[in-house]
């Protein structure tokens, strides 16, 4: 029996998915390739159309391959929207993936720095120069990450005119172009004051940004990840630290001393509060710690 999706129907639905990534277009060919799969392989006891039953086949032959809650919602998800393609064209009367759900995908909770990881993470590496541009150049970018609580593209698309050091206070371009101002701290003024005279011998004289390159225009953000993790595996962090993780450490740590949800949400530029909740589950964890290994009665001896 012939597989239910013919390469030129995928084309044509990927094709009207107009503000897609590369990625999510390629995740969703490979999962209705997938499908098409699974249907060959079961095409004997299969009907001779898809229906829910089929799907909710489909679903649990993902799960014995082993894969998770996450890529089981993104695969209906791409069935659900293939369909709903087909039906606009005319070609399908009705959605057989309408009202199957992927299995509840457990939580992960964001990886953290503790506050003594951090600290250790902004020293300045004693085996560098202290006027070397690069080395300051990057405890600029790891200060004011964790000083803002920054997603790596905003730090790589700060510009010196957003930067006020004298008011302590960045303008912020976040998700959806949306625009926050959140204070600088003491630290980050201090080391991006000590970057900025030695700028100049890196930037091109018309380049924006605060922070470049070794060319000489705005760093990228592939750099920055990879200079982030060198930098801590010279501070002897025996861990993977990535960009993101100085943004959630900010949260955490934020969340922990203030007890504000509110205000780390308007810090992080999130839209709905349920996004910042995760960091709710964080600081629990924290004072679970806490009472685990403070209280005499916490624990069975």
Avoid at 119 to 140: F, G, K, N, T
Avoid at 156 to 162: H, I, K
Avoid at 233 to 249: A, E
Avoid at 277 to 291: E, G, K, N, S, W
């Amino acid at each position: 029996m012939a597989a239910p999706f013919d390469p030129t129907m995928i084309e044509a639905w990927l094709t009207s998915l107009g503000g897609a990534s590369p990625h999510t277009r390629a995740a969703y060919a490979r999962d209705l390739a997938h499908f098409n799969a699974f249907w060959q392989e079961h095409a004997a006891r299969l009907p001779q159309g898809v229906d829910s039953h089929v799907v909710r086949a489909f679903v649990a032959w993902l799960h014995r391959r082993g894969l998770n809650g996450r890529s089981i919602a993104r695969a209906l998800s791409a069935l659900r929207g293939l369909y709903r393609h087909e039906i606009r064209q005319g070609r399908a009367r009705e959605n057989p993936v309408a009202d199957v759900r992927a299995p509840k995908a457990p939580k992960r909770l964001p990886r953290t720095l503790d506050v003594d990881q951090t600290h250790r993470l902004l020293e300045a590496p004693v085996d560098a120069p202290p006027d070397d541009a690069i080395v300051l150049r990057d405890r600029a970018m790891w200060e004011l990450a964790y000083s803002c609580g920054l997603r790596v593209s905003e730090l790589v698309g700060v510009d010196l005119a957003t930067l006020d050091l004298r008011a302590c206070e960045l303008r912020v371009l976040g998700k959806g172009r949306k625009e926050r101002v959140v204070p600088v701290g003491g630290k980050a003024v201090d080391a991006v004051t000590a970057w900025l005279p030695l700028r100049g011998t890196l930037a091109a004289p018309d380049e924006t940004a605060l922070f470049v390159g070794r060319r000489g225009r705005r760093i990228a953000v592939r750099e920055v990840q990879t200079r982030l993790k060198q930098w801590a595996r010279r501070q002897g962090l025996d861990l993977p630290v990535h960009p993101h993780m100085l943004r959630h450490s900010f949260a955490t740590h934020l969340l922990e001393s203030s007890g504000d949800l509110r205000a780390v949400q308007e810090l992080l530029g999130h839209s709905d509060i349920r996004t910042t909740q995760v960091y709710t589950h964080l600081d629990f964890q924290h004072l679970a710690r806490v009472y685990d290994a403070a209280h005499p009665r916490a624990r069975k001896k």
